[in-house]
């Protein structure tokens, strides 16, 4: 069984423009080599949000670097980017846009949504792309809730999002080996789960509450990081628990961010700033 290194949960939470009040669960500059190639979490939500004529969200920012990925699980967010890429996600699809050598983007509340309002609830994560993918061409993959094979489990099911669970695949293509698996388990249940020796592997309860390893208990808003070593871990759902892993194999590169951009070298960053500045990551 992998050993479990560290419970994480953040309360403090704070708006991503006027759209998002997320609570940011780990970033790279606290956990990079326990949960590479994940570089960041936003968990934002779930919180209820009145009728407006106005949408509200973020606007126009770049990246560069990785991947920016978006699960919704209620309401609905919107995307437009400078390559071209965007769309209308709702609950249960996922968007995985990959910035590579960059674009500008802004992310909003879908219109009905805006205007109707109701619970909003999403989770944003930052994956790091290879150092010899980080220029590639941007891409956008709308993921759809149909699109993502769901797997039973005793007592729960499992969706494929990106990489693998037994022979079932995910519909994300990743540039780097890589498990993202939406769960929901029914209090009481049990699972044994295996991944590939050496990869990080770590779960975040959105809600409910989780017995892991008949070791630690990890409740809403926590994430629980396991060491590399080892292949299996052990889930008891001690409530109804919607949860999400996320594993893969380390990327073991150097690191350097700087506010919307991850690359490898100070150098590199700056570049990415002069590319910014001068429009080479375009406009929309
Ligand atoms: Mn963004």
Redesign the pocket.
Known sequence: MKKILHIQRSDTPHWVGDGFPVRTIFTYQDLAPHMSPFLLMDYAGPVEFTPSEHRRG?GE?P?RGFE?VTIVYSGEVEHRDSSGGGGLIKAGDVQWMTAASGLV?E?KHGADFAKNGGLFEMVQLWVNLPKKDKMNKPRYQGIRNSDIPEVLLQGGKLRVIAGSYLATKGPAITHSEMNLWDMRLAKGSKNIFSVPEGHTASVFVLSGSIKLNEDKTVGAAELALMETAGQTFEIEALEDTKMLFLGGAPLNEPIVGYGPFVMNSQMEIRQAFDDFESGKMGRL
């Open positions: 973020v920012h990246h920016t983007h992310e």
